[in-house]
């Protein structure tokens, strides 16, 4: 009798738990949306203020147009506290990093709108960079092309920096490009992540662990990345 009532307790918490995770949740996907009070760009982002209800909400996004005093909603994302923001030199008690306004697609499926096919950068620059010389070294296209082989191994790439989203989970994440790769599969733009801060234009060499299919949560997967690069001219 007393292991039935122990079994019958455990029960009823788990339901009550899992009822007040569901609407914790949807909680989360309401705050998320709202009147734009405030909005600004920096580092690749755009910071959007929400107001709904009386209630203040900050939300970044890759960087989107966004017009003050329209109605948004956006994808539910991790909220991170006492975020400090580099390019901006300012500091958010509370953010939400979201993967962007959310859509009829993106409702039905969040990955359709984020991830690394919508991530990347597409320019009309004709961009051509020398490939980096050693053994480890490779090409955009080459990384994309080896990711299977080269999971969790030491590479080294150059190319042109053409986007920086600084100070984002403590670390800079730098676009690469060496003309290399086709735009259309999304197998030009290459990403490394960084403690180092370049410049946009600079061209550099990225050095650092290369992973496959690397998937950061909030529906922001990577084909390929490198992690914890050195960046030098």
Known sequence: MKRALTFLTIVITAVFFVAGF???????????????IETMDS???????????????????????????QNMSFIPGAEMENFESKTLNRKFDKIVFSAGPLTSDSSKDGAKSSGSKANVVVTGEKIKVQKASGADAYTVAEIYKNKEKLDKKEVA?????????????????????????????????????????????????????????????????????????????
């Open 157 to 233: 790439v150059r190319g042109k920096v053409v986007k920086v989203s600084a100070g984002i989970m403590g670390k800079n994440w730098i676009h690469l490009q060496d003309g290399t790769g086709d735009p259309a599969k999304s197998t030009h733009d290459l990403v490394a992540t960084s403690k180092d801060l370049p410049s946009v234009g600079d061209v550099v060499t990225a050095k650092g662990t290369l992973y496959k299919d690397k998937d950061f949560g909030s529906n922001y997967k990577y084909a390929v990345i490198i992690e914890g690069a050195t960046i030098k001219k």
């Open 43 to 69: 580092g690749g982002y755009t910071y959007v203020h929400l107001e709904s209800n009386g209630k203040k909400v900050w939300v970044a996004i890759p960087q989107t147009k966004v017009v003050k005093g």
């Open 22 to 36: 569901a609407s914790y949740a949807a909680a989360q996907g309401a705050g998320l949306s709202g009147k734009v």
